[in-house]
């Protein structure tokens, strides 16, 4: 028991010897520092130290590697140099971009464990160059509704942010990408895009290199119209003077002209219309007319539209709304003109033969071809007032209207025919209202169902009485019979009980 003892006590005291043996030459992790960033062909420093106690007077060997890499990138001992603190100076390559850290170890004492920094990442930087531009489609013009795509390449650099600017303005959603897209453009997207390439070491020196480009959106054409007006010139022939008309689309535009399908002509201007002369027959179908509009996408057509002047001809017709104020009195008419026949007529409005100018102090004739005026009841716009029609192309051939009276007295006063309709149809309900009581009366007092009801009823009770064996039933009966029909016409109610009395 005793030699178990001794063997246990030697055997701590040795273990005990090397724990500190072991705590007096471990070595604590090294600290690695340098750039995070370093110019390509240039040298930069890295430094690695181990924080040792002040009686540590250990021979200390510093190597510094890059991860994945067996060759060291530098060696230092503290032997050779008074510097408690490793210096590595690297003549920086593309190539030595990665993470790097650094092996401290004891020199010439194999026993103490050799200890490793973190790793320190080590971006190399190459200025940038050769920014350009390029777009998708390759043309710079486009049309509205494609997706615009941009991209930005350069011919060196490494590390590079790239930042967009249209018109002066930077664009946030091309912020650090070399691309950016514009989707469903339109016109508003036209203008100048820009893009700046940079790169920077250390936030101390910084590259850059920027390209534009000019990008214009075309609008398609829309809304193509056809309209034709008609031209008589001085010889007596008449010309169809046709305008094709687009509400929008980027100049130039190619205009056609088709009859019935049938190219007449074409003209590319920088204008949204154009103007084809067609000669004309009066009063006859000439076809059906039709406009194509192109700027170099998919043309687009105008509705078909007949080709034909009539002249004016027929019944003109005047007719007027009243205007009211709020107490119900007439203060404004409007007048409207509608003639029977004609293709493209005019109208012009008289008062009292002296024909009205398109607006004055209490009159206003409007719309495109002049058919309504606005009348403001007051002295100086009493009188007869008419309209004619003639044709837009020939005014010499007039149809007029029927002449009215107006007046603020005259258009405040209930028609003649008003007030007899209204007095007629009083009088008819009166009439027939009448009527219907005489006759009621006249039923009631000669209605014979009422007379043979009550005699059925008297044989009734006669009847019951004699059934059942009372002798004053012929009396009593006849003193009933005695009794009129036109006695019992206002008491009947009254003298029944008087009547049935005797029975009981």
């Not at 203008?191 to 990008?215: K, L, P, R």
């Not at 009966?477 to 019992?488: H, I, P, Q, R």
Request: proline share 5%; glycine share 6%.
């Amino acid at each position: 028991m005793m030699a178990c003892l001794q063997v246990v006590t030697v055997f701590l005291a040795v273990s005990c010897c090397i724990c500190q043996d072991s705590n007096a030459f471990r070595l604590r992790n090294p600290i690695l520092r340098g750039p995070a960033t370093a110019l390509r062909k240039s040298i930069v420093d890295f430094h690695c130290m181990v924080e040792r106690d002040r009686d540590d007077d250990r021979n200390l060997f510093y190597e510094l590697y890059k991860v994945n890499d067996t060759q060291s990138k530098g060696m230092f001992s503290t032997l050779d140099n008074d510097q408690p603190e490793a210096k590595f100076p690297v003549w920086i390559k593309p190539t030595h971009e990665g993470y790097y850290y650094c092996k401290a170890s004891v020199q010439n004492r194999s026993e103490v464990m050799p200890t490793y920094s973190s790793h320190h990442y080590l971006a190399v930087i190459e200025p940038v160059e050769g920014a350009h531009v390029r777009s998708d489609p390759s043309p710079h013009e486009l049309f509205e509704g494609t997706t615009l795509r941009l991209s930005c390449s350069i011919t060196k650099g490494s590390h590079v942010s790239y930042t967009w600017f249209f018109n002066g303005r930077p664009v946030v959603d091309g912020i650090a990408q070399n691309t950016m897209s514009v989707h469903n453009t339109t016109i508003t997207d036209s203008g100048d895009y820009v893009c700046f390439a940079s790169n920077a070491v250390e936030n101390t020196s910084i590259y850059t290199s920027n390209s534009s480009t000019s990008i214009t959106i075309k609008e398609i054409p829309r809304e193509v119209k056809v309209s034709f007006t008609v031209v008589k010139e001085r010889d007596g022939h008449y010309w169809a003077q046709v305008v094709c008309r687009s509400v929008g689309g980027t100049p130039p535009i190619t205009f056609a002209l088709f009859n019935n399908s049938e190219g007449i002509d074409e003209q590319n201007t920088e204008h949204l219309n154009a103007t084809f002369l067609v000669p004309i027959d009066l009063d006859q179908h000439m076809g059906e007319l039709m406009c194509q509009a192109s700027n170099g996408k998919t043309p687009q057509h105008s509705s078909p539209m007949r080709l034909e002047a009539v002249r004016v001809g027929g019944a003109l017709v005047m007719t007027y709304e009243r205007i009211m104020d709020d107490n119900f009195q007439v203060i404004r008419l409007q007048f409207h003109c509608q003639v029977e026949r004609g293709t493209l007529p005019l109208y012009r409005w008289f008062l009292n033969n002296v024909p009205l100018t398109m607006r004055g102090p209490s009159h206003w004739v409007w719309s495109q071809d002049n058919s309504t005026l606005l009348v403001d009841l007051n002295p100086s716009m009493s009188g007869e007032i008419h309209c004619e029609a003639f044709n837009s192309f020939d005014k010499d051939i007039s149809v007029s209207s029927q002449r009215t009276l107006i007046s603020k007295e005259a258009s405040n006063r209930l028609p003649v025919m008003v007030v007899a309709v209204v007095f007629g149809c009083f009088f008819f309900l009166v009439t027939v209202l009448t009527g219907c009581c005489f006759y009621g009366i006249y039923k009631w007092k000669h209605n014979p169902d009422k007379q043979n009801g009550r005699s059925t009823e008297m044989d009734d009770m006669k009847a019951t009485c004699i059934s059942e064996g009372n002798k004053d039933c012929g009396e009593n009966t006849s003193v009933a019979k005695e009794v009129g029909a036109d006695d019992l016409e206002g008491e009947y109610v009254d003298e029944w009980p008087e009547i049935e009395e005797p029975w009981n």
